[in-house]
T-cell receptor
Framework: AQSVTQLGSHVSVSEGALVLLRCNYS??????LFWYVQYPNQGLQLLLK??????LVKGINGFEAEFKKSETSFHLTKPSAHMSDAAEYFC???????????????FGQGTILTVHP | DGGITQSPKYLFRKEGQNVTLSCEQN?????MYWYRQDPGQGLRLIYY???????QKGDIAEGYSVSREKKESFPLTVTSAQKNPTAFYLC???????????FGPGTRLTVL
């Protein structure tokens, strides 16, 4: 069984401020973790992913996330927010079922990021 | 360019009508997925298919049907049995055994 909790359905920051979007997960097997971004009326775009290699993962657009097994967290950060970062962000987890067997991708509820000038 | 296409972008349907949403990919991906997105609820899995001529129900399959006759195509039919079909529908695909899913642009379905 697996689940994802995103703390805060809405986060508001000023342009240039730190962005921190929180994600906690539960998984009965070693997890693969993802952050996706969605702009209005568009599909999901992969920001970054954790696949059991380095615990600090760098993604596109200056975002990064750190996998902390002891805290079961995978928070997304960006040092300096830009107006173009305004979007909805989804954290997702999939268990490593091994081989070619299907593992279900489970999404959090999403966090809407607003960036103020 | 390789990618996932969904059509139409916007779709309007009268109550009681079936409607089919298209999803095509030219990435040579084996597995394809359909998700439904409602505000504040994240994405929920409707159906998925790992190989041609085979598919499995996801968490909310009632009122939906799919087919997988070609590797590139995975159409979703929203039937009149779906009680609340108004939503944003997303198709995704990946290589079999790969964990990262890639998404199409979505279709917004509105029932009038």
């Amino acid at each position: 069984a697996q689940s994802v909790t995103q703390l805060g359905s809405h986060v508001s920051v000023s342009e240039g401020a730190l962005v921190l979007l929180r994600c906690n997960y539960s998984s009965s097997v070693p997890p693969y973790l993802f952050w996706y971004v969605q702009y209005p009326n568009q599909g999901l775009q992969l920001l970054l992913k954790y696949t059991s290699a380095a615990t600090l993962v760098k993604g596109i657009n200056g975002f990064e996330a750190e996998f902390k097994k002891s805290e079961t967290s995978f928070h997304l950060t960006k040092p300096s927010a830009h107006m173009s970062d305004a979007a909805e962000y989804f954290c997702a987890v999939i268990g490593d079922a091994g081989g070619t067997s299907y593992g279900k991708l489970t999404f959090g509820q999403g966090t809407i990021l607003t960036v103020h000038p | 360019d390789g990618g996932i296409t969904q059509s139409p972008k916007y779709l309007f349907r009268k109550e009681g009508q079936n409607v089919t949403l298209s999803c095509e990919q030219n990435l040579n991906h084996d597995a394809m997925y359909w998700y439904r997105q409602d505000p504040g609820q994240g994405l929920r899995l409707i159906y998925y298919s790992q190989i041609v001529n085979d598919f499995q129900k996801g968490d909310i399959a009632e009122g939906y049907s799919v087919s997988r006759e070609k590797k590139e195509s995975f159409p979703l039919t929203v039937t009149s049995a779906q009680k609340n079909p108004t939503a944003f529908y997303l198709c995704a695909s990946t290589y079999r055994g790969e964990r990262t899913q890639y998404f199409g642009p979505g279709t917004r379905l509105t029932v009038l």
